[in-house]
């Protein structure tokens, strides 16, 4: 397969990219080829113009300022995001990818008779989430319910892929990580790619 890794982070030494190195070596020691987008690395500007969005229901929507990205996720079989959630968010340079990237005739394309869209990206056949929290299980599932999960599972990936295999790896509570327990969640997420 060929995997788009989307690393999401500032810093280059941060735990986000260890954990995009390690999905990496897995994925290629699996056979798979990896086209590792390091957003901040790229220079991405995650802000939606206003030409894009004044364009948004136009067809074609014109993609050009975002050409070679809507290529890479095109070429993709599956789609392996790297990030740190902030505030139970998306950092917002991966907001701005969904917002640019992910846009009508790409992701998915409106319904003539208005309301539902479309799915279009039919080539991703799996989407994984690599991500870690500064709070604890409890705090993300039980008192915010999970919401990066939900809007990626229930939102981005059913509305964009119906078929896609979805899993996430969340390493909670980072902030008070051991040493041990980042080892541990490195491992995990090289054995999960490793079964890609």
């Known amino acids: 397969m060929r995997i788009l890794l989307v690393l999401a982070h500032p810093l280059p030494e941060s735990f986000a990219a260890s954990v995009a190195r390690t999905a990496r070596d897995a994925l290629e020691a699996s056979g798979h080829v990896v086209d590792l987008l390091d957003l901040n690395a790229e220079d991405f500007d995650p802000r939606l113009s206003e030409a894009e969005r004044r364009a948004y229901f136009d067809v ?19 789609l392996v995001l790297v990030f740190p959630q902030w505030w139970f968010n998306f950092p917002a340079i991966l907001k701005g990818f969904f917002d640019r990237i992910f846009a009508p005739g790409v992701a998915f394309t409106h319904d003539a008779a208005g309301g539902r869209i479309v799915p279009q990206l039919t080539n991703i056949r799996l989407l994984y989430a690599l991500t870690t929290t500064g709070s604890s299980w409890w705090l993300v599932h039980l008192y915010m319910g ?6 990626l599972k229930r939102g981005i990936a059913k509305f964009c892929s119906r078929k896609v295999v979805f899993r996430m790896l969340s390493l909670h509570d980072m902030d008070r990580a051991t040493e041990a327990r980042r080892k541990a969640h490195l491992e995990r997420v090289r054995k999960a790619l490793s079964a890609v």
Not at 146 to 151: G, I
Request: proline letters at 8%.
């Open 146 to 151: 999970n919401p990066v999960r939900r809007l």
């Open 60 to 78: 074609p929507y014109d993609t050009t300022a975002v050409a070679d990205i809507v290529a890479r996720l095109r070429s993709a079989d599956g």
